[in-house]
């Protein structure tokens, strides 16, 4: 039992009456009753189940008071990455975000530290070590086998509540979003979502969190000047890793996993794969983007064809999502996938800035769209203005 006086629950004992239907609600096991009942803050989830269900009102959740941390400022340390792994691999963006985490470093003077959870995952950490981080924590039992947002959650706030650390990088990854939200609800801090940069405030050392707003059209720096760990996510594909170094030697430590705890209220019946078509975006050298300019499934079929003799990738705007010529998973933009190809062939695309803020790590463009004024071409290494039945022909017709 954890008896944290800051902690966000708290029970109101004069208007306690004993009933104990708080503990009974509670699905994480998270209050323990005596006379009245204790609250295990590294247990509770924060969701409010046990304050709705008391029927005297003696249970209160507090919003946290500015300036006031739930982590004390003063004696956080490190620079942490989240690093996830995928099928016993790490995933790229760990490896992103250990080479940012390296550059902030440099300038905040915390150690990189990075962050496996799961059931088996420490075979990863000598590729974190030669990435960049100077010691690898490690939550390894085999009830993390499965990615369960809420367990995950748990064991690492209880992790980040006992290290204090000042940075927690996450991947913008379809696990680390939730996660990383669940995560800073839990330690009541700020999180920057879809960050596309981040630097270190020299007056302050304060984490700059850079990130488009509205609609793309500005770019924000946020800050989290009250409360830590400061959080932000960056999506795969944004950041550059650095090269590996495997002499490189770190420290592993191992956290106590003897309080895993399972959310009763979640149950893993079984495991399904979606079946994908095997394109990855992140890791492609070649990218066609598809806009809704291409306008047909034939054409896109035909361009499929030809983007497949030279093993490139076709994915596409959000407007030929929308239109039904490519699937929402290869959506390519804001709110879509990052990417960084050696070479991006845009076909039909105009150019709105939620579809090229994405293309910030794209080698060379292509763009192909009969609008000599279409705003792709402002970023365009070399632009063709004909139609996209037009261009099609040409090129095969030449033998590419
Ligand atoms: C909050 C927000 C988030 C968004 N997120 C994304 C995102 O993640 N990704 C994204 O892509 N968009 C996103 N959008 C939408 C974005 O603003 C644009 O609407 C979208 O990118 C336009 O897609 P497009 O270029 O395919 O279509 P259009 O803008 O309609 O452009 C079609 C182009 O095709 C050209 N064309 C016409 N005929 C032909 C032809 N025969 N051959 C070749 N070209 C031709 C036209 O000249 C035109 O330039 C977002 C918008 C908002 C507000
Ligand atoms: S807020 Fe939710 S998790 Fe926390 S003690 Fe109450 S019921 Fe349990
Ligand atoms: S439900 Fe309310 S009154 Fe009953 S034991 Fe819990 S805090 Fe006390």
């Known amino acids: 039992m954890n008896n944290d006086t800051s902690f966000a629950l708290r029970v109101l004992k004069e208007r306690c009456t004993g009933c104990g239907l708080c503990a009974d609600t509670c699905a994480y096991n998270a209050i323990k009753f005596a006379d009245v009942p204790e609250i295990d803050s590294y247990a509770c989830r924060l969701c409010g189940s046990c304050v709705q269900a008391c029927p005297a009102g003696a249970l209160q959740i507090s919003e946290p008071e500015t300036g006031k941390t739930a982590v004390p400022q003063e004696e956080t340390k490190g620079i942490w990455v989240l690093a996830e792994v995928e099928d016993g691999c790490l995933a790229p963006v760990a490896r992103e975000l250990l080479g940012k985490a390296v ?74 979003r939730g996660l990383s939200a669940r995560m800073a609800a839990l330690l009541q801090t700020g999180l920057t979502a879809d960050c596309t940069e981040l630097d270190i405030d020299s007056d302050t050392g304060l984490l700059l969190q850079i990130r488009p707003a509205f609609g793309g059209n500005l770019m ?12 932000a996510s960056v999506r795969p594909g944004v950041m550059k890793a650095s090269e590996p170094d495997y002499s490189r030697s770190g420290e592993v430590v191992y956290a106590d996993v003897s309080k895993v705890s399972s959310d009763r209220r979640i149950r893993l019946i079984r495991e399904t794969v979606e079946a994908s078509c095997g394109d990855s ?5 070649i990218v066609v983007g598809i806009g809704r300019g291409v306008k047909s499934l034939d054409m896109v079929n035909r361009i499929r064809e030809w983007a497949a003799r030279f093993g490139a990738v076709v994915a596409g705007s959000r407007a030929a999502v929308e239109a039904g010529l490519i699937d929402a998973h290869m959506q390519v933009g804001q709110t879509g996938h990052a990417i960084s190809p050696d070479l991006y062939i845009a076909i039909g695309i105009s150019g709105q800035i939620q579809h090229t803020a994405a293309l910030a ?40």
Request: aromatic fraction near 4%; charged fraction near 25%.
């Open 103 to 176: 550059v902030l470093s440099e300038k905040l003077h915390h150690d990189v530290e990075a962050v496996l959870i799961g059931g088996n995952v420490s075979a990863c950490a000598s590729e974190l070590i030669a990435y960049g981080a100077r010691r690898v924590r490690i939550v390894e039992h085999e009830s993390l086998a499965a990615f369960i947002e809420e367990n995950y959650a748990c064991e690492l706030v209880r992790l980040v509540r006992e290290c204090r650390p000042e940075i927690l990088l996450v991947g913008a990854t379809p696990r680390g």
């Open 220 to 231: 924000a720096t946020i800050k989290t000047p009250a409360h830590r760990p400061q959080m």
């Open 281 to 285: 975006l992140e890791n492609s050298r």
């Open 361 to 400: 790590g794209a080698k060379k463009i292509i763009a192909i769209n009969p609008d000599r004024t279409a705003p792709i071409f402002g970023i365009a290494d070399y632009g063709w203005a004909v139609s996209a039945e037009e261009a099609l022909s040409q090129l095969t017709a030449g033998g590419l």
